[in-house]
């Protein structure tokens, strides 16, 4: 309990303060059921996200290996397919927390290499990595997004308990305490004033 001087200014005061703290718990609260349950979709979200990825891997490393049977290894033609520079990164927010959004601009599939000394199986397995791409994209910000809320719902947790056990209770006191002593000098007061009415009658 913190020693306040037990004023009505003192009481004014801590009962503005008290009624800060609430507000400032119910919003915190509200934030941290939101971020919740973003977080929940966002689970989800990403569970789809991987079983859809473990799929598209298993069928672009079926292809692959389809295209290295039917064209002989591929090896040499892996350096001449280019780095993809269509992705982005940008930011939203979601009650003050900075989230990622991973941009893919995604381009007509233009394969790097010769189509006459390939075949269409090459192209299959070229198009499964590219759908692979797009995925890990799509899960990379799912991820992040998921770690990023995590730590902002820690963070309001510690505080809504700090406003609930510690800082609300502590006021809730300190209104009580300097309300019983006002209370108490009122009373002493009356007192000593019906002790000098009774007094000056005599």
Request: aromatic share 6%; net charge positive; with cysteine.
């Amino acid at each position: 309990m913190s020693s306040v001087f037990p004023t009505k200014g003192n009481l004014i005061a801590t009962k503005k303060s008290l009624s800060l703290a609430q507000t400032g718990f119910d919003l915190m609260d509200r934030k941290r059921n939101i971020l919740i349950r973003e977080m929940m979709g966002m689970i989800d979200d990403a569970k789809v996200i991987q079983s859809r990825i473990n799929a598209a891997f298993a069928e672009a490393y079926a292809a692959l290996q389809t295209a290295n049977i039917t064209t002989g290894a591929i090896h040499s033609i892996v350096p001449g397919v280019g780095i993809d520079n269509g992705f982005s990164v940008l930011r939203r927010s979601v009650m003050g927390v900075e989230i990622p959004m991973v941009k893919y601009k995604k381009e007509v599939a233009r394969p790097a290499y010769a189509l006459l000394s390939t075949g269409t199986t090459l192209d299959i397995a070229y198009q499964k990595f590219s759908e692979v791409k797009e995925l890990c994209a799509r899960l990379a910000e799912v991820e992040n997004t998921i770690y990023r809320l995590a730590i902002a719902i820690k963070k309001t947790q510690k505080r809504v308990g700090a406003l609930k056990n510690i800082i609300i209770p502590d006021h809730e006191q300190t209104i009580a305490r300097i309300t019983e002593v006002l209370d108490e000098k009122e009373r002493e007061e009356f007192i000593r004033m019906k002790v000098i009415k009774a007094t000056k009658k005599k």
